[in-house]
């Protein structure tokens, strides 16, 4: 197995060299096609190899990591190219083989990705300058191998190495094809994600320096240094652990340091925005959840608080900002705080059930956040704007893109029988027996949830047609808006008749290649909804492991707790 | 000790066997019928209605199997369990997904396929000249199969499910015609309060496990005793919480009655007859925690009390059919939560009132949907008057209805009503007197709204022959009218073809109502439920068939003590205060011409009836706007507090980031300059301390 996780690091890699070769030799559109074409079998591939790998894993086995490889890079400083698997590093391998190739196909194979002249309006999803995918494909896999090989790093150096190294794919792809605000929301995810990683490369030195002093030999191993936690005491873990923590909860993000994620999540393009949001986000929590708790154990306890309090804060925050946002881009950004939120209560609550939780909860979160920004790419295409005002009654003239924009909210808001359901409910029942005042807020969030995808949803697809995007200019505009002052019954059906039929040919609703592009997603909405627990059968044994490895007793035991 | 005796009272719980053994099916084929309807699309427009019907019909002949090869069973083996697999589940916790089938559980189960198959054929009719009939269809399926799942389930997780899959099925329905504003809120309104009662709910089950580490019935209800009193009486409150939200209880009864933006025969189904009664259901289910905590009794019966006179008073005030009967169903289900929150007396009373409500308010409604259907979708009862010579076959069949409903002698609010008015004068003096008497009071405020509306719409002056229909349901004046406060907007006549009077364009009903009696599909599951609501009352209640049939699942019913009045007078008090409301009811709208325009100058009470007793203004006080202005408040603070803070860093810090922000080429440059001068750290920090 080892040889193969080799292998689904270094498929998209050059999957992406190859794409980018045939984008610059093509020149034109002809290499632009071709580009496309091999950068989607090339996910399909991946696809099927980690689908292998995870055919492979054994979630019972002993041993924390799976096909462990390491092979010594630079000797001096004792740092590996070493790799290894534990059950939440491959959930999110599997979601980010399930996640590309879908935003592959919508980016280079649907209608709403076709390279129009760009409206001009932030965040279409149609790419500036009409530059054609392929570029895009080729940075995207990129990022896929880079996100592979970090979710599957067992050094610490390794996995600082690739930290940084996956910004510069995204960088481009927002900077380069994103909406009118591009460079500034790049440079900004930038500057912030970078700022956070000099602050845990400070932390790392750190963790070097003192393996060295306490063991005698200094290392980045992954192992080691957990077992050096043990040594360490409050003093020197508090000042490590921050360092760590604050690049992690920059990219989580928790409040107050989650500004940059609007703008990058509005600015980047769809399927941009899909992994920035689905998968490279959930470096962070991946990051608590491997790095944090395991290795600062101590302050890992006595820091929690603060985490908890930040999380807290952002489930009911980002829940506000969410029902308040004008764009649905930047709604997508803001409903995601309050999801990490979430994660992170659950991560720092301390239990089997919490910790289980949130590790799905990432998965579950990438899968909704991808349904959500997808439809509102599919939506933003047809209108020309992703302003939430632009837009009003299109249930009536593309009711299956209305239908799936509902499942989408569905899954955002958890809703029982949805995958969200699952991971939401376990980390608040984990939660609950350590931190109830906590609980109860974030349970509160739920009922946000509801009214800010509800509410989205009525302004946007139900009522009356309303809105430029939906009605469009000329001739039938006049008459759509002299809609407003009609209160007479008969004449005004008539009108809404006519605004109505000229909408929905104008305007349209899914075609079949879209449907086919979500309907995976909605699958596993509902696949993993009620039957999740084969992904927990992969998770909970490195929850248990990591459990373990904080030290601290799960709260609730087989017949409640201890009376 | 007292875990001995709980566990003792509860029956064993054997596996489910024989018919029961693919109980499933019951939940399956509604399920499977709406996702054909929604993934079929258009294609299934032309059969969706049958599909509908027959997965319903389905279930409820697979329901009366199992119903009577429960009743063959002894009664000790009555409570069987269905385990399916294992939903999720991780450390201690492990969540099943399985169906409970007992006496209580196939009671309900009769009660939604039965009414729901009623309902769904009379939608047929109702609904066949709606272009989205078949979407109605599959989202009334939809329902069917959360309910099903909702009081089949056999852990609170699997109630948790039908609980928010019947709020969802609910919040499309109540949205169906998308194009009126306010059945979009309506329905948003709806989802919201019914979320404000899952958290309690989930709550609840958090506690529980907490407490005992499950979350399924049998072992949550064998161990109850385990838990503290403060604790039981905590989770007791926490699921009165989900109760009110789902059932229209207050302080969440404000959406019920917005609810009824929806078509008519949901109003039926979801909002009288079914889901709407889940609460009483969750009480009735959870009793061997509420028995242990007799807080969380006085808390339910407390909030019966109120609620029905709440509704009652309201439902008093109201002009529009269809919302003077959802205030009765809130007072309604007001009385079978005072009974179930009375304890063994009260449960199979409050059951026995809830089968008999679901049959007689579900044929109220149905007969109101009859009447709209006749008068061009009007709701408004001054715009009728002396339709039962128009409607005869629904005039029967309303009267029936009407009749049980205010507890007419021999039929079946009589017997229901009185159980629970019998058992709510027990207990001590305050407690008797205060219960009984607002249940008693309730009954006589029951027989004023009801006679009142009946008068206005089916007797007295045909006042719609003077009038024109009001079209569209989303015309703006239908909006206007729903708010009485606001202005009258919209109601000019700008329009790009002049000026027309109001109605000339009007094709389908030109000039006047034309009240028409409905067609036999509708007819006909419109009589079944009025016979319904003549006798099953009667049969329920006498001989306690009801309360022997239940015994297993809620336990035995217990005697009514020290009740403040004579048990035996409870029929002829009862039926006093029937003729005085209905009398009163008669002296002021029977016999005097009722105006078409709705009086302005009214006193008070009636002011504040109007108003939902203020349960609107409140609501929007004290959370919608202070909502509101946290919410722009954190918009400021998050562009100008947190966003602002860090440009402003940024700007101080780099001085040069704007101008790297205009240039791509020289960011990137920049961020390698930096990339290098961190290894550049990195390295010199390595060697430093690995030289030595």
Request: aromatic letters at 10%; proline letters at 5%; hydrophobic letters at 50%.
């Amino acid at each position: 197995m080892s040889a193969l996780l080799l292998v689904i690091i270094l498929v998209p890699l050059v999957g992406a060299a190859v794409c980018g070769a045939l984008v610059r030799a093509g020149a034109g559109p002809k290499g632009d096609t071709t580009a496309k074409t091999v950068g989607f079998v090339v996910s399909l591939v991946e696809l099927v190899l980690v689908a292998v790998v995870w055919a492979m894993f054994v979630p019972a086995a002993p041993t924390r990591f799976q096909g462990e490889l390491s092979v010594a890079w630079i000797p001096a400083f004792g740092t590996r190219f070493a790799l290894g698997i534990d059950g939440i590093a491959l959930v999110m391998i599997a979601l980010l083989a399930v996640l590309v190739p879908i935003v592959i196909a919508y980016t280079s194979f649907t209608r709403s990705s076709e390279a129009s002249a760009a409206t001009g309006r932030g965040g279409t999803g149609r790419f500036p300058d009409g530059r054609g995918a392929g570029g895009f494909v080729a940075l995207m896999l990129s990022l896929q191998g880079i996100l592979v090989a970090l979710f599957a790093a067992t050094d610490v150096f390794l996995f600082y190495v690739l930290f940084e190294v996956m910004l510069v794919p995204m960088y481009f792809i927002i900077g380069r094809f994103g909406g009118a605000r591009r460079q500034y929301a790049a440079v900004k995810f930038f500057l912030y994600s970078f700022l956070g990683g000099l602050l845990m490369l400070g932390s790392i030195i750190g963790i070097y320096v003192a393996s060295g002093t306490r063991l005698g030999q200094a290392s980045f191993d992954w192992t080691t240094l957990q077992h050096l936690a043990a040594q360490l005491p409050l003093s020197t873990q508090i000042p490590l652990f921050l360092g760590f923590f604050a690049a992690f909860a920059i990219k989580a993000p928790l409040v107050p340091l989650h500004t940059w994620l609007p703008d990058a999540g509005a600015e980047a393009p769809i399927g941009g925005g899909v992994i920035l949001v689905g998968v490279l986000d959930k470096v962070g929590v991946f990051g608590f959840l491997r790095y944090c708790l395991p290795l600062f154990p101590l302050a890992s306890q006595s820091l929690a608080p603060l985490a908890l309090v930040l999380s807290v804060i952002g489930v009911i925050y980002g829940a506000l900002l969410a029902a308040m946002q004008t764009d649905m881009k930047r709604f997508v950004s803001y409903t995601s705080i309050a999801h990490f939120g979430f994660i992170g209560l659950g991560i720092f609550a301390f239990s089997q059930q919490a910790l289980a939780g949130s590790s799905l909860y990432m998965v579950n979160h990438g899968i909704s956040t991808a349904m959500l920004f997808l439809v509102v790419g599919m939506l933003a295409a047809r209108g020309g704007s992703s302003r939430i005002a632009d837009y009003g009654g299109v249930g009536r003239i593309a009711p299956v893109l209305s239908g799936l924009f509902l499942v989408a909210g569905l899954t955002t808001l958890s809703l029982p029988g949805t995958n969200s359901f699952v991971s939401e409910f376990l980390v608040l029942l984990g939660a609950w027996p350590r931190e109830p005042v906590y609980t109860v807020i974030a349970t509160v969030g739920m009922i946000f949830a509801a009214l800010y995808v509800l509410w989205v949803f009525q302004r946007t697809m139900t009522r009356p047609l309303r809105g430029e995007a939906v009605l469009g200019g000329g001739p039938g505009a006049a008459s759509a808006a002299a809609l407003g002052g009609v209160s007479d019954g008969g004449l005004r059906d008539m009108l809404e008749d006519d605004a109505s039929a000229r909408a929905r040919a104008r305007f349209g609703d899914l075609t079949g290649r879209e449907i086919g592009v979500l309907a995976p997603l909605v699958l596993l909405i509902f696949l993993l909804g009620f039957f999740p627990q084969p992904v927990l059968d992969i998770v909970n044994p490195a929850v248990s492991a990591t459990m373990s490895e904080v030290g601290v007793a799960d709260p609730v035991g087989p017949n409640g707790v201890a009376r | 000790m007292l875990a001995l005796l709980a566990a003792d009272q509860l029956p064993p719980v054997g596996p489910a066997t024989g018919a029961a053994s693919a109980a499933w099916v019951l939940v399956a084929l509604p399920a499977l019928g709406a996702l054909v309807l929604f993934l079929g699309g258009t294609r299934t427009d032309r059969f969706g209605h049958v599909v509908g019907v027959a997965t319903v019909l389905g279930s409820f002949v697979y329901g009366v199997v199992l119903f009577v090869q429960a009743l063959a069973l002894p009664g000790e083996e009555r409570v069987r369990d269905l385990p399916l697999y294992e939903w999720f589940g991780s450390g201690s916790l492990s969540v099943e997904f399985g169906l409970r089938l007992d006496p209580l559980s196939l009671t309900f189960v009769l009660l939604i396929t039965g009414v729901g198959s009623l309902i769904h054929i009379y939608s047929v009719g109702y609904m066949s000249h709606d272009e989205h009939r078949r979407k109605f269809f599959a989202m009334l399926n939809l329902f069917v199969a959360s309910m099903l799942i909702l009081v089949l389930g056999n852990g609170f997780l699997t109630l948790y499910l039908g609980w928010e899959g019947v709020g969802l099925a609910s919040y499309l329905l109540i949205g169906f015609y998308v194009a009126r504003p306010l059945a979009a809120s309506a329905a948003k309104k709806a989802f919201l309060m019914n979320r404000v009662g899952d958290v309690g709910l989930a709550l609840a089950i958090f506690i529980l496990f907490q407490q005992l580490g499950t979350t399924q019935y049998t072992e949550v209800f064998a161990r109850a005793g385990e838990m503290s009193t403060g604790t039981l009486t905590a989770v007791t409150l926490l699921l009165l919480l989900g109760a009110c939200g789902k059932s229209g209880q207050f302080p969440l009864q404000a959406w019920l009655p917005d609810a009824m933006e929806g078509p008519t025969p949901v109003s039926a189904l979801i909002h009288a007859a079914t889901m709407v009664t889940a609460g009483v259901y969750l009480v009735a289910r959870t009793h061997p925690l509420y028995d242990l905590a007799p807080t969380g009794q006085l808390a339910v019966t407390i909030v019966g009390a109120v609620t029905l006179l709440i509704g009652a008073i309201v439902g008093c005030a109201y002009d529009d059919i269809k919302k003077v009967l959802a205030y009765s169903t809130v007072s309604q289900i007001g009385y079978m939560m005072l009974a179930v929150g009375l304890g063994p007396i009260g449960y199979a009373a409050g059951l026995a009132h809830l089968l008999a409500h679901g049959f007689f308010k579900a044929g109220l409604f149905l007969g109101a949907g009859s009447v709209m259907h006749g008068m061009a979708d009007e709701t408004d009862m001054r715009r009728f008057g002396g339709l039962w010579r128009h409607l005869p076959i629904t005039f029967g069949t309303f009267t029936l209805g009407y009749l049980a409903l205010i507890g007419f002698p021999f039929l079946s609010g009589f017997y229901s009503k009185d159980a629970i008015i019998e058992a709510s004068l027990g207990g001590s003096l305050t407690r008797g007197w205060l219960l009984g008497g607002a249940a008693l009071l309730g009954a006589g405020l029951t027989a004023f709204y009801m006679t009142r509306l009946m008068l206005m719409t089916f007797f007295g002056a045909e006042r719609w022959r003077e009038l024109t229909p009001r079209r569209a349901p989303w015309d703006p004046q239908a909006e206007s009218e729903a708010r009485p406060q606001a202005p009258e907007a919209g109601h000019g006549t700008r329009s790009d073809q002049g000026s027309t009077p109001i109605g000339e364009l009007d094709h389908s009903a030109p000039h006047g109502y034309h009240p028409h009696e409905s067609p036999s599909v509708m007819t006909v599951p419109m009589i079944l439920l009025a016979v319904g609501s003549a006798g099953a009352g009667a049969f329920l209640v006498i001989g306690e068939r009801l309360g022997g049939w239940l015994e297993p699942a809620v336990g035995p019913v217990g005697e009514v003590s020290d009740a403040v009045i004579p048990t035996g007078l409870v029929p002829g008090i009862a039926s006093v205060l029937m003729v005085l409301g209905a009398g009163i009811a008669y002296l002021s709208v029977g016999r005097k011409p009722v105006p078409v325009e709705r009086p302005a100058r009214v006193s008070w009470p009636v002011r504040a009836a109007r108003a939902d007793l203020y349960a609107n203004a409140i609501n929007e006080g004290l959370v919608a706007r202070p909502g509101l202005w946290l919410s722009r408040a954190l918009v400021y603070l998050d562009n100008r507090g947190v966003d602002g803070a860090v440009n402003g860093t940024a700007a101080l810090l780099g001085g040069a980031s704007g101008r790297a922000r205009r240039t791509q080429t020289g960011f990137v440059r920049s961020y390698a300059l930096t990339m290098l001068g961190g290894s550049l750290v990195l390295v010199a920090a390595l060697l430093a301390v690995t030289l030595p």
